[in-house]
């Protein structure tokens, strides 16, 4: 009984193994992981609750941001090569920058700099009183909605 319980720990260590590989091949993406890997998406929800399963899990997930974050480096500083056509000839190339791949990625790395921050405050300019918004109604208005007086 013993080694049917060793051999099943193992297979479960191996598919646990296998899904993680193919969720960082499917970049995070959990149902591509489960089809490519053949586990029920019930049997991962039920692995996350193993907290060693859970910690490798995020590990791929960091991975993949990471990956994420290299990727609009390169597409917002190096740039993309792109393919120059003229009556469907190639007649050369240009490189392309992203400015807002290089805003998300200044604003993930240095938020506190690059992040817009809106402040609302309850008071009006000059601190007085709260802002008050008075509706009034004309007494057509108030008779056609029966507004009393």
């Not at 489960?34 to 590990?59: I, V």
């Not at 917002?76 to 056509?85: A, D, L, N, S």
């Amino acid at each position: 009984m013993k080694k049917v319980a060793e051999k099943r720990t193992k297979r479960t260590v191996n598919k646990k193994e296998l899904f993680l590989k193919k969720l960082l091949l499917s970049l995070g993406n959990v149902s591509r992981a489960c089809k490519l890997s053949k586990t029920g998406r019930t049997t991962f929800y039920e692995w996350k609750e193993d907290s060693e399963f859970l910690c490798a899990y995020n590990d791929v997930l960091e991975e993949v941001v990471e990956m994420a974050e290299s990727e609009l480096f390169r597409r917002g500083v190096k740039g993309v090569r792109k393919p120059i056509f003229q009556g469907k000839k190639l007649v050369g190339h240009v490189q392309e920058y992203s400015d807002t791949c290089l805003i998300f990625l200044l604003k993930a790395l240095k938020p506190e700099k690059y992040t817009q921050v809106q402040k609302i405050a309850p008071t009006d300019p000059t601190g007085q009183e709260p802002w008050k918004i008075e509706v009034v109604y004309d007494s057509a208005v108030k008779a056609d909605f029966g507004i009393a007086e």
